[in-house]
């Protein structure tokens, strides 16, 4: 727990360079993440990242040092040729884009680490810190990297906001951007050129083989929570930035623990939380309505049945008992039971003694439910030309579903009949 | 204002991905009509819309609007995609989608005016879609989507209107509800094309047609061009010959014009 505190109170330079550094990273990352996880671009950023790695070894060969600015314009050069590679072979010739994908990817990242291991073995003084880039080393952060990622964070940011109305229909509709003038190449450029550079500052903590994780998983999480692109934005970047905290915090309290993967652990877990429990579409949701819907289609199947016995065979006018009810539809006891339940507090039944008998308002729904049965038997056997035996089975679903909006035109389309097929009159409220 | 030449496609000639979809199209459109792009699947229609907006480069041949090179009036010209061509999935409300339509190189980097948000409005109210504004467009039914993009282009307040395929998969409702505004933009003098492959409405809904199969069949005013002779020629029969000959180019890379043919006086297509 004291390491905890020690770890929050930044007193440690060291701490501070690292964590401020991984959260500046990864919030980049996530920011321009969003973009190309809205253009379907997902697989781009992975080859963008594992093809900045022959740029990185190049720079370091020709300069024959580690110093992050000359670093990194190898690494932009090489992200940019690889990118344009994507481009060119997509466009120019008859492969598809993911080809042209898997291929700028497995190419450029060959060659890198056939540069790596060149470099590795030509026994340099302080090659060893080259291999970092494979897999990230945030803990070898300096205070000049620190500067460096900062002044890159805060230009990314700069630009997404000053374009942001540009990107945002350049990613929903390119083509409709380009009719209208705007000048689309050079925010695809502009794009290319900040993913190049998130990505470029990014593999510092993560390495080339997780930076996908970095780039695509903030923005898959945040999508989950909103339908806003602002908001999408704003919290794909905390998303970024807590798993970034995260990460170095756990690499701080145990030092054997590697940053870049834990980074990217956090980020699956929140990942994976966002996506069951998001309010829209999320697995939680989703089972939740299926409960709903299985409780509703039980308590309607259970007033029809006290429609049927009390009303049409005018069964005990007191009320009926369980047995009576269970005779003439089997449903599992715990199932019924808790719908009883439910009809009581709705006020739909009455408890007399033993017994149970539908209320007036529990009639009109009652009612409800067996004029829709009825109506859609109607419309099947009239409209769908359906043999009887085949109708009952598809409104027992269907009385279910209809809503009022439907009910009136499918009453205006039967012409408000009195029968169903089986000559079974149906119920009207008045 | 009517009657103008409104767009003038000058010896076109495309192909997609080396194969040639276009020959030698050439017409001229009078501005203040209703006019349909027809023809069966595959005869080059989106081709012909694309190389209008100069979303890809033709082999030859050129297009003018109002006389002029596209980059010139580029403000006076709206696009409606296809529906399907877009992820209705995409984080955006059905208003933020129409406020698209005024994003202009004017106002790059800056916020929209109050006046482009009242024309906005406006144009949801023309599509009957103001209800839904604040309405995440993955939540819209087909119909729904089609408004919003036509309310986007009404927010473009543009001259000409190129639409392809608006009327496929919309309710009976905003067939008719669509086909209200592209009169009403009609009647203003303004000129609307749309790629439309249902030959059954075609007559009714337009005044103008431009009958295609990878050449030009005709182009006219309906009565002229709606004909059984016309249309034989442009459903019936495969055009052999010149259907071989593009596989051909395809397969052989061979070029379709020699290097120094490219006709592109004023070069509408750079």
Redesign the interface.
Known sequence: MNDVWAFFSFSDPTVRIVSLGTVFLAMSASVVGTFAFLRKRALVGDAIAHAILPGIAIAFMLSGTKNPIVLMMGALISGWLATWAMEYITEKTKLSNDTAVALVLSVFFGIGIMLLTHIQHSGTGNQSGLDQYLFGKAAGMTEQDLWTYSVVALLLLTVVISLYKELKVYSFNPDFAAVSGLPVKAIRRILNLVTVLAIAIGIQSVGVVLMAALLITPAAAARAWTSSLKIMLFLAALIGGISGLSGSLISYLSPAMPTGPWIVMTLSIITLLSLFFAPRGGALSRLLKQRRHSQKILNENLLKVFYKLSVERKLEKSGLNVAELLAERAINKSDFAAAIKRLKRKNWLLAEGKKLKLSSIGLVEARRVVRLHRLWEMYLSQRLNLKEDHIHPNAESMEHIISPELEALLLKELDFPTQDPHNSPIPYSN | MKNQTALEVHNLTASY?RKPVLWEIDFKVPSGHLIGILGPNGSGKTTLLRNI?N?MEADSGYVKIFGKDL?EV??R???V?QRE???WN????VR??VE??R???GN??R??KSSDKQKVKASLEKVGMLAYADR?I?ELSGGQQQRVFIA?SLA?EADIYLMDEPFVGVDAATEEAILSILSGLRDEGKTVLIVHHDLQSAYQYFDWMILLNTRLIAAGPKEAVFNSTHLREAYGGKLNLLSKLGEIIAREQFPLREPDFKEKEGSGDE
């Open positions: 991905q907006m979303l980059d580029r403000s010209l709206s696009y995609p061509s877009v992820d995409f984080p955006a409300s933020e989608v698209m339509g994003y202009r190189p790059l980097l916020r929209l995440q993955s986007r473009q």
